[in-house]
T-cell receptor, first 112, second 113 residues
């Protein structure tokens, strides 16, 4: 059973601090990794994608990938109350016909 | 990114009836997906819909209960048939773009009474 694991939280972070969200995956053949943000009552929104080892930065967001450790993370710098949401990690299954394997999500709360 | 619309956005239906959810994508895509999401839970894939072929259903979901149509590269429908209260959920469609990324419609909130 291919899995993507995330801490369900809630993760509480003070405003202005760095929020660190983590995700591990079981399929060593996975090549594509995504972070989605989902506000309550809304659909998931793609915020970051990463395909190679290392860091990828986009504004206040940095995705980090370590394929050897089967680990992907999302850092949010200068956290804002508007960052409060559930963050879903998704990974392609190597033999899954383009499907994504989804983590359960981490609920992030940014406290003013 | 992509613009994906769904309708209806919400509905309240009676037990035993059926509801068809429509999903429209603003550009041509080969693969579309239908998910279900219970409150506070992650996404559960119902089926993958490719244009020109039968949908592929995940374990626990069957075509008689969730028939899917994919008549062209920008449109798909999901029907929830013979509904029961257990079918109350949020139904989401998504479309696959380059490198596996998926973009989602706004969802359909279904309540079965």
């Amino acid at each position: 059973q291919k899995e993507v694991e995330q801490n369900s939280g809630p993760l509480s972070v003070p405003e202005g601090a760095i929020a660190s969200l983590n995700c591990t995956y079981s399929d060593r053949g996975s090549q594509s990794f995504f972070w989605y943000r989902q506000y309550s009552g809304k659909s998931p929104e793609l915020i970051m994608s990463i395909y190679s080892n290392g860091d990828k930065e986009d504004g206040r967001f940095t995705a980090q990938l370590n394929k050897a450790s089967q680990y992907v993370s999302l850092l949010i710098r200068d956290s804002q109350p508007s960052d409060s949401a559930t963050y879903l990690c998704a990974v392609n299954g190597a033999d899954s016909n383009y499907q994504l394997i989804w983590g359960a999500g981490t609920k992030l709360i940014i406290k003013p | 990114s992509a613009v994906i619309s769904q309708k209806p956005s919400r509905d309240i239906c009676q037990r035993g009836t059926s509801l068809t959810i429509q999903c429209q994508v603003d550009s041509q895509v080969t693969m579309m997906f239908w998910y279900r999401q219970q409150p506070g839970q992650s996404l559960t894939l119902i089926a993958t819909a490719n244009q020109g072929s039968e949908a592929t259903y995940e374990s626990g979901f069957v075509i008689d209960k969730f028939p899917i149509s994919r008549p062209n590269l920008t449109f798909s429908t999901l029907t929830v048939s013979n509904m029961s209260p257990e079918d109350s959920s949020i139904y989401l469609c998504s479309a696959k773009y380059l490198h596996y990324e998926q973009y989602f419609g706004p969802g359909t909130r279904l309540t079965v009474t």
